[in-house]
């Protein structure tokens, strides 16, 4: 069974910085993407970012330039490096892993979600 688990969220200022892990453990056949969404209060899920196995990452305009998502390939794991944050920044933020876990079944795992909250 696939597993994604976060860690690294908390409180911060505006202008400030924080630095997300999502560790995936479990087997699978190949990975297609890992990334990161948020969700805030009264707001639907929101993508922010996505590399490929192959590296290349992908990113929403909201978030350009601020966010970075990068992964430690041997131990599966994905970041989001995000400075300057914003109040606006505040949500829940949930992993993501798009997987094959046989040659010909693709599934999409979440994480539990860490919560971000940016104070003005």
């Known amino acids: 069974q696939v597993q994604l688990v976060e860690s690294g969220g908390g409180l911060v200022q505006a202008g400030g910085s924080l630095t997300l892990s999502c560790a995936m453990s479990g087997e699978i056949y190949a990975l297609n993407t890992m990334g990161w969404y948020r969700q805030a209060p009264g707001k639907q899920r929101e993508f922010l970012a996505y590399?490929?196995?192959?590296?290349?990452?992908n990113y929403a305009d909201s978030v350009k330039g601020r966010f970075t998502i990068s992964r430690e390939i041997p131990k599966n794991t994905v970041f989001l490096q995000m400075n300057n944050l914003r109040p606006e920044d505040t949500a829940v933020y949930y992993c993501?892993?798009?997987?094959?876990?046989?040659?010909?079944?693709?599934?999409?795992?979440w994480g539990q979600g860490t919560q971000v909250t940016v104070s003005s």
């Open positions: 590399i490929t196995a192959g590296g290349s990452p």
């Open positions: 993501n892993a798009d997987v094959l876990i046989s040659m010909e079944s693709r599934r999409e795992y």
